[in-house]
């Protein structure tokens, strides 16, 4: 989900838990039906593969050793092919069956080392199986007999993969992108929190397209586009625009402003799935959400500013208390979700929104400034 930091890096997502456990699961049959009828000893090579070695052992439904070597050869982003260091295998081997498993197969230099070291031990057989295998780099002439995953050259993490020892945590696999360029914001407000005017203050300040919503629809519907009328067709008829629509709407807006420096979100994702649509758009461009900053406001206070806009406005929904407890509800119950959305993925920041216009300006730049 979305695009990580590590280090100076930027990766995004590339390999869902369930292709993962899919391939694992293949490479576990393929193994079982060649080693079924004796009790093969698994080596897994660290740090990389423990999470392979931890769900390929749980898979496989026969007697089996398991034990583990390192052998250290990475820095950076970048095969270095020194091997620095072995922890060896102290069982005796002589006559057994050693199935080696890799994490990911890269040059074969590593693999070359394998070969080596477990040459002079006597083996009935050695095998080789790899969850991750990148084709266009391997040079060696030597065999690898079960594949996982064949992958392009491209630097991946998570899963055990690390990038200068972090990301190994991830129970997905990322892959290395470019330093995205936009600022995207989701601007979060209760009614009457002058979401608006923060919103346009800080659109010119930084020079965002500030996408609301509201406007957006208005503006198709207006134009009778051809999303415009699908929308209208459902409004016409009491119902709630699917957020399918509404996305595609969205996604359009931004396909419009290609060149933008980034997005103010207003009005935008409502719903969970809308989010997550938003993160898969913004993804495959190698954007991404930057943050959703919300606006935060004591309830009471807002009942009065909007009570006394009220009074001058006209606007009946802003006269009448009850009404406007009700908007809260909504907007209470509505964005919970998304700020647990966001939250988890640490994106969430809020602004204290009571102060003079300047002032809460300044507490929002200064998130802005940061993210
Ligand atoms: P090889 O010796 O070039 O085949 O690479 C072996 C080791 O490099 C692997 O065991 C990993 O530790 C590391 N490695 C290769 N490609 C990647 C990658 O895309 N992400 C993280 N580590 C990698
Ligand atoms: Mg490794």
Redesign the pocket.
Do not use: H, P, R, W
């Given at each position: 989900m979305s695009i990580i930091k590590l280090h100076d890096k930027y990766f995004k997502s590339y390999i869902s838990e369930i292709q993962i456990q899919e391939a694992v699961e293949s490479v576990v049959q393929k193994v079982y039906a060649d080693c079924k009828d004796e009790t093969p000893i698994f080596i897994g090579?660290l740090n990389?593969c423990f999470m392979f070695v931890a769900d390929f052992v749980r898979e496989y439904n026969g007697p089996c050793e398991v034990s583990f070597v390192k052998l250290a050869?990475?820095q950076g982003t970048n095969?270095t092919?020194k091997i620095k260091q072995l922890v060896g295998v102290n069982e005796n081997l002589e006559g057994r069956t050693v199935v080696i498993l890799?994490?990911?197969?890269?040059?074969?230099?590593?693999?070359e080392e394998i070969y080596k070291i477990f040459e002079d031990k006597k083996l009935k057989q050695l095998k080789i199986a790899t969850l991750f295998f990148?084709p266009d780099v391997f040079k060696k002439e030597l065999p690898i007999d079960y594949i996982g995953i064949s992958i392009p050259d491209k630097?991946?993490?998570g899963y055990g993969?690390?990038?200068d020892g972090i990301g190994r945590n991830y129970a997905s696999i990322y892959q290395l992108t470019t330093k995205p360029t936009m600022k995207n914001i989701v601007l979060f407000g209760p009614p009457g929190a002058g979401k608006g005017t923060q919103a346009e203050l800080l659109r010119d300040k930084y020079e965002l397209i500030h996408i609301s919503t509201g406007e957006v629809f208005r503006f198709n519907i207006k134009n009778e586009t051809e999303l415009g009328l699908l929308a209208k067709s459902y409004m016409d008829d009491g119902n709630l625009v699917p957020d399918e629509v509404t996305i595609k709407m969205l996604k359009a807006e931004v396909e419009r402003n290609a060149d933008a420096k980034g997005f103010i979100f207003d009005g935008f994702p409502r719903t969970e799935s809308q989010a997550a649509a938003l993160d898969a758009f913004l993804e495959e461009k190698g954007e991404s959400i930057n943050g959703m900053v919300a606006l935060e406001v004591p309830e009471d206070l807002l009942v009065g500013r909007l009570l006394e806009r009220g009074k001058t406005s006209g606007r009946s929904d802003d006269q009448d208390e009850s009404k406007i407890r009700n908007r809260f509800n909504e907007y209470n119950t509505k964005t919970a979700v998304l700020k647990d959305y966001y939250q988890a993925q640490n994106k969430y920041f809020g602004a204290n929104g009571v102060g003079t216009i300047p002032e809460i300006t300044e507490r929002l730049c200064s998130i802005f400034d940061k993210i």
């Open positions: 090579i990389g050869s990475y095969s092919g890799e994490d990911i197969i890269d040059t074969g230099n590593t693999l990148k630097f991946i993490v993969l690390d990038y």
